[in-house]
């Protein structure tokens, strides 16, 4: 990954924790629940595991829990928090694996798309082929971008309010997109308005399901299961959210 990349992951974490707070239990607690499940006791792998908002609850289930993430900011955020010494964390880039395994589940949630060159991504699951145990899973989230951000200018996509934390101020987050479908990118401006406003500025390759599943036959994985949310329920034509399962085929 390039120097741009991690500049921009730098300066993400600067706003990142306030963002996640402003997630409703709705969201989070499903998520850590099924990959619990999924983990069943067994070592798990969380890549780009940020500033651990699911690495440490996982923990907190009695689950191994180990990580990597490009960003240092990140992880220095990470190994402040009550918990973050039980975790196992390294500072890398995601489709290396860097680290030896093998683990019963591996999970990446919202990060794959990150990746913005389809070699990495399969070298991604080429590595996570690599260190899962038997019978082990691997899970990914990943999006369907809505039809309307391909146009030529920036739409506004999101729009919530971020609690005070890191900013001196309850602030207000407006997210623009701009969607590239040829060369498969979503360029993000996220405006943080505060009294300090705020831009930073990210790119993600977004991965068509079937596409996502090439790549994991490519690399010796085959799908296990595909839900549209982390409650579980069926992936249908409509689903914005891709939650995907893969075992060694």
């Given at each position: 990954m390039d120097a741009h990349a991690v500049n921009n992951y730098e300066s993400?974490?600067?706003?990142?924790?306030?963002?996640?707070?402003s997630w409703p239990e709705s969201v989070m607690t499903p998520c850590v629940n099924m990959l619990a499940d999924i983990a069943a006791g067994r070592p798990a792998l969380e890549l780009a595991v940020g500033t651990g908002r699911i690495a440490l609850p996982l923990s907190q289930r009695g689950i191994e829990v180990s990580g990597v993430d490009l960003s240092e900011s990140m992880l220095a955020r990470l190994r402040r928090k009550p918990g973050a010494e039980k975790l196992s964390i390294t500072q890398g880039d995601m489709a290396d694996v860097p680290f030896e395994g093998p683990f019963g589940l591996i999970y990446c949630v919202a990060s794959f798309e990150y990746l913005l060159k389809q070699e990495d991504q399969l070298r991604f699951f080429v590595n996570v082929e690599k260190r899962l145990a038997t019978g082990g899973s691997l899970i990914i989230q990943t999006i369907i971008p809505n039809d309307a951000i391909f146009s030529n200018d920036f739409r506004?996509?999101?729009m919530s309010d971020l609690p005070s934390g890191d900013f001196?101020?309850?602030?207000?987050m407006l997210m623009g997109v701009k969607g590239d479908p040829v060369n498969q990118f979503l360029d993000q401006r996220i405006m943080v308005l505060g009294e300090k406003p705020k831009v930073f500025h990210h790119k993600i390759r977004f991965v068509w399901p079937n596409e996502l599943d090439l790549l994991a036959r490519c690399a010796g994985l085959a799908l296990h299961a595909r839900w549209g949310n982390w409650q579980r329920d069926t992936f249908v034509s409509t689903s914005r959210l891709v939650i995907s399962e893969y075992r060694r085929a």
């Open positions: 993400y974490a600067e706003f990142y924790d306030s963002w996640q707070d506004l996509n999101r001196e101020m309850a602030s207000v």
